[in-house]
């Protein structure tokens, strides 16, 4: 397949729909785009309603190009990645993969600009990101829930605010930042760089004072990441977890057991932040971001250094130092909900406490003046007659018979 032939297809395929974020090639099935967060067939010309092996190993051949060194990692370990560029139109990030012996392709879209907090609609508290001079920060969630979003959107307050060197380590490069106050270098793995740890090994001698690394993949690229919060820079960088207690406990064991409690005392050290974020379906189409923000403060580095017990927890903590900017996912939905931007069901579906969200919720419908139950239509049955008591007697509920 020639590029020029690519190309189109990938055209009709970003002009389907609106707000497409990933374009999906797999044996069997349609060419397909997700938007939203649904996945979608995509007719295109000439028609491709069945994708044949041959056909996805094409799409991939054409994507890889004369890279003799990508060909060669993808069929050594199965799977590679690479940045795509549609001339002018978009970018995205690739990942081909082997599956059953057979090729599929996803294309992640890359936003064209960098996208500010004001933009996305995140809390007031995230430009708090960009305020320390140096530690930890972590941006956390599932894939595809737009952590690396959220980073350039801190990375850009920084841009327009501070006069500083800004080494970024990215797979691939996601936004280009503009000249403004900063100097950014960014670098893109397999291109200028072989693997995040050494990369970020490099970069404590290119004389920086923020450095974004793309994930914390493994426990070297944790250590030397931790070292150089320790040493004055400002590290920000994202992991796979689902909340801010799950995050320390990742990092934990990423060591060996008799590490544990050094790494407890670098890591109540040198964290600043934990930011964990979630994307809901947003009323109306489209997704809205949720996020849990859990900032540093003595209670939590105590339960770094010692761990969670009884009454003492991330969550708890969290919501009890919500007056000094943090806060819980459950905060931060119920206001999603009170602004009318999601669905109760989506509320109660996506808490991490359904009991908290549910009372909220029921708070947030009474003060509208909204049914908060459905118990409606009950009433006292007059001819119930209790059970008789041990002396023998039954009791009647209700008013007494009319004689």
């Known amino acids: 397949m020639q590029r020029h032939e690519l190309d189109r297809i990938l055209t009709q395929m970003l002009e389907a729909h609106d707000s497409v974020s990933d374009l999906n090639f797999t044996v069997g099935h349609p060419p397909q785009v997700e938007a939203s967060g649904h996945l979608t067939p995509v007719v295109t010309d000439p028609p491709l309603s069945h994708l044949t092996p041959f056909q996805t190993e094409r799409v991939a051949l054409a994507l890889v190009g004369a890279d003799r060194r990508l060909t060669e990692f993808l069929v050594r370990t199965g799977s590679c990645d690479l940045p795509y560029a549609l001339g002018t139109t978009a970018r995205f990030r690739v990942n081909i993969f082997q599956q059953r012996g057979n090729y599929s392709i996803v294309l992640r879209k890359l936003a064209s600009d960098v996208p500010t907090i004001d933009r996305m609609g995140l809390p007031p508290v995230m430009r708090k990101l960009a305020e320390p001079r140096n530690g930890l920060i972590l941006i956390t969630g599932a894939t595809g829930s737009g952590k690396s979003t959220t980073l350039a959107a801190v990375l850009d307050i920084i841009n327009e605010n501070k006069a500083v060197h800004v080494v970024t380590l990215e797979d691939p490069v996601e936004f280009v930042h503009p000249v403004k ?223």
């Open 181 to 403: 106050k900063a100097t950014f270098n960014q670098r893109e793995l397999g291109t200028d760089f072989d693997a995040f740890a050494s990369g970020l090994r490099a970069a404590l001698r290119q004389a920086p004072k923020v450095i974004l690394v793309g994930e914390m993949r493994d426990r070297e690229t944790l250590e030397i990441g931790l070292a150089a919060a320790e040493t004055g820079h400002l590290v920000m960088s994202t992991l796979h977890t689902v909340d801010a207690g799950q995050t320390i406990n990742r990092m934990l064991g990423m060591f060996d057991k008799d590490e544990e409690r050094q790494i407890r005392m670098r890591l109540a050290d040198t964290i600043r932040y934990v930011v964990c974020q979630r994307l809901l379906p947003k009323v109306g189409g489209g997704r809205v971001a949720a996020l849990e923000v859990m900032g540093m403060n003595l209670r939590i580095e105590d339960i770094i250094l010692n761990g969670e017990s009884e009454g003492k927890t991330y969550y708890e903590i969290i919501q009890d130092s919500e007056a000094l900017g943090m806060q819980t996912f459950d905060t931060h939905i119920l206001q999603l909900f009170k602004d009318g931007l999601i669905t109760e069901e989506t509320a109660l579906s996506y808490a991490s406490k359904k009991s908290v969200v549910a009372r909220g919720a029921d708070l947030i419908k009474a003060t509208k003046g909204e049914k908060t139950s459905d118990i409606e239509g009950l009433s006292l049955d007059a001819e119930y007659v209790k059970p008789a008591d041990p002396r023998g007697k039954s009791q009647r509920i209700g008013p007494p018979p009319k004689r």
